[in-house]
């Protein structure tokens, strides 16, 4: 029996695994707390380097730890030639730090940090180890993000990069990152000097045909679908460009594709009445609906002119971002307004279809594929969405069949486009402003308004019949809006109600309201002169009810169940 290895058994081994992790909690909890009361006492002395190595040599992720430690280094920032071994030191233990955790936020953070105190930073070397990094794993993001600032400082040419990027690519087509990082170089190597697209069009028909290479390759990876969709679903409006335009004789009211800052002195409107007349520029002061900094939708009050009450405009024009808008006088009222047009260059509808084309081929092979029945659904609705309205609900059917964990997704996509088909018809078939005044989506099933600033010049919408609970704050862009439907929504109360300047009639007939504080509340905000709220689960009497409604506005006009 003398000389054997003695073979503890599982429960002894087990026993012995814990006391050991008992006592490294234990020396942990007690370098943590020494750590911190020397920070506290502004001690920043060698021992407290000496332990935040030691903790951070096991537990690299620690965010409060690397703060020390680049505290304890500004204290010695005075004696050049330490701060200096210090900092190449902490290069070590950064990269040692590596192995253990390649993907922590920290610790790239850290390394950037030193890179930038080190009077010779060595950016080269830096940039040959995220190298190395991503030839051990070519998905770690932070060593992507690390490697986007050495470029700049290294100034590696954009081609380069492009290059680079697509090599790793070619090795692993599933590889995200690589992806990622070339849609973020490529519009700076490539541009597109006619602005139409993000790069000009010989390399966007390469970058195109790579990716459905990829498709064709792995159709079920997502990392080459959502390279296509940023390809295909370029801006073809900036965010600052005006969508529509609504003036009246006393009010103007500008929609912008995109959230918008309007600066003093920036934004013109311009009228005039006749030919004799002179131009008159009104610098107004702009005002959002949401009362923030950016918004989509802007308004004014417009001044009236000496003379002018019972006299039409002759033009209207606005100016704005070096550009001038047109208006065009409504049909049926005295109405200006401007809508910007959509519009596909040749070029760029040719490449929609062919990629239509192509994800068509590979459905036929695989029809339950969720990514092209996705990619078929946006190339479908920037085409046409109108000619394509009912393939694109049968594919949203489809997919919520084939992929039902993600049918709420795919329900909001489906009110998404839904909202977008309607506004879309309207845009099309608008020969007068009227057309604007009076929109039903009732009954649509939407769970979602999307896209709700194209709704900013609605004075009668019917919402009813749909699910949209979960979006009253969105009704706040209707503050054209003087009747407002929201009948059968599920609502359950009227918390994120917004306030809307113009409303005057509104239905919440059959849903779940149950707190008549909610309708109070909702009566002092506004100057209602017609409420219906009948068929909801209000918990007091009828009289109660009215009493109260109409103590607050005695000359409404209430109803309520009988």
């Given at each position: 029996?003398?000389?054997?290895?003695?073979?503890?058994?599982?429960?002894?081994?087990?026993?012995?695994?814990?006391?050991?992790?008992?006592?490294?909690?234990?020396?942990?909890k007690e370098a943590m707390n020494l750590i911190f009361q020397k920070r506290d006492d502004n001690i920043y002395d060698d021992e407290l380097l000496m332990l935040t190595e030691g903790i951070l040599s096991e537990i690299p992720d620690l965010s409060s730890v690397w703060n020390i430690r680049r505290e304890a280094f500004k204290k010695r920032?005075?004696?050049?030639?330490?701060?200096?071994?210090?900092?190449?030191?902490?290069l070590i233990l950064t990269e040692n730090c590596l192995h253990k955790n390649?993907?922590?936020?920290?610790?790239?953070?850290?390394?950037?940090?030193?890179?930038?105190?080190?009077?010779?930073?060595?950016?080269?070397?830096?940039?040959?180890?995220?190298?190395?990094?991503?030839?051990?794993?070519?998905?770690?993001?932070?060593?992507w993000d690390y490697r986007q600032q050495l470029v700049k400082n290294v100034g590696v040419p954009n081609q380069d990069e492009f290059e680079f990027s697509e090599l790793k690519i070619m090795g692993n087509?599933?590889?995200?990152?690589?992806?990622?990082?070339?849609?973020?170089?490529?519009s700076n190597t490539f541009s597109d000097e006619t602005e139409i697209l993000s790069i000009y069009h010989e390399k966007y028909n390469k970058e195109l045909d790579l990716v459905i290479n990829a498709i064709f390759t792995d159709p079920n990876d997502s990392s080459a679908w959502l390279y296509q969709r940023w390809l295909l679903d370029y801006n073809m409006f900036k965010a600052n460009d005006i969508r529509q335009i609504k003036v009246t004789?006393?009010?103007?009211?500008?929609?912008?594709?995109?959230?918008?800052?309007?600066?003093?002195?920036?934004?013109?409107?311009?009228?005039?009445?006749?030919r004799l007349d002179?131009?008159?520029?009104?610098?107004?002061?702009?005002?959002?609906?949401?009362?923030?900094?950016?918004?989509?939708?802007?308004?004014?009050?417009?001044?009236?002119?000496?003379?002018?009450?019972?006299?039409?405009?002759?033009?209207?024009?606005?100016?704005?971002?070096?550009?001038?808008?047109?208006?065009?006088?409504?049909?049926?009222?005295?109405?200006?307004?401007?809508?910007?047009?959509?519009?596909?260059?040749?070029?760029?509808?040719?490449?929609?279809?062919?990629?239509?084309?192509?994800?068509?081929?590979l459905l036929e092979m695989e029809p339950n594929n969720k990514w092209a029945l996705l990619t078929v659904i946006l190339l479908m609705k920037n085409l046409d969405p109108i000619k394509y309205y009912n393939e694109i609900l049968k594919n949203l059917c489809t997919l919520m069949k084939i992929d039902n964990l993600h049918t709420e997704?795919?329900?909001?996509?489906?009110?998404?486009y839904l909202l977008d088909y309607k506004l879309h018809t309207l845009r099309v078939n608008e020969e007068d402003f009227d057309t604007w005044s009076t929109i039903d989506l009732s009954n649509l099933q939407l769970t979602i308004l999307y896209n709700e600033h194209g709704l900013g010049f609605v004075e009668q919408l019917n919402i009813s019949g749909n699910h949209l609970n979960h979006s009253l704050h969105r009704l706040a862009v209707l503050q054209n809006c003087r009747k407002l439907t929201l009948c059968n929504n599920n609502l359950t109360n009227l918390d994120n109600f917004p306030y809307l300047s113009s409303l005057k009639y509104l239905s919440l007939r059959k849903n779940k309201l149950t707190n008549i504080e909610d309708i109070l509340n909702l009566l002092k905000l506004h100057k209602l002169t017609e409420l219906d709220i009948r068929d909801n689960l209000l918990g007091v009497n009828i009289d109660e009810i009215t009493s109260k409604i109409l103590a607050i506005s005695p000359n409404l006009i209430l109803k309520v169940n009988e």
């Open positions: 029996m003398h000389g054997r290895l003695k073979i503890r058994s599982s429960a002894e081994q087990e026993a012995l695994k814990k006391k050991e992790k008992q006592m490294k909690v234990v020396k942990y920032e005075g004696c050049q030639e330490e701060y200096i071994e210090l900092l190449n030191k902490e390649p993907k922590s936020y920290n610790l790239w953070h850290q390394r950037y940090w030193i890179i930038n105190q080190l009077p010779e930073a060595k950016w080269k070397s830096e940039l040959e180890l995220c190298n190395k990094c991503l030839n051990l794993d070519d998905r770690n993001f932070h060593c087509l599933s590889n995200y990152s690589s992806w990622h990082y070339r849609s973020k170089i490529i004789e006393n009010s103007a009211t500008i929609i912008f594709h995109g959230n918008t800052e309007i600066k003093p002195d920036e934004l013109i409107l311009t009228r005039k009445y006749s002179p131009y008159i520029d009104h610098t107004v002061t702009w005002y959002s609906y949401n009362n923030k900094v950016h918004s989509k939708q802007w308004s004014s009050n417009l001044p009236a002119i000496a003379n002018g009450v019972d006299r039409e405009f002759l033009s209207i024009f606005v100016k704005y971002n070096n550009k001038s808008y047109d208006l065009h006088k409504s049909k049926n009222c005295n109405v200006w307004y401007y809508k910007s047009s959509i519009k596909h260059t040749d070029t760029h509808r040719t490449q929609l279809i062919e990629q239509l084309n192509n994800i068509e081929k997704y795919y329900t909001d996509v489906r009110s998404k």
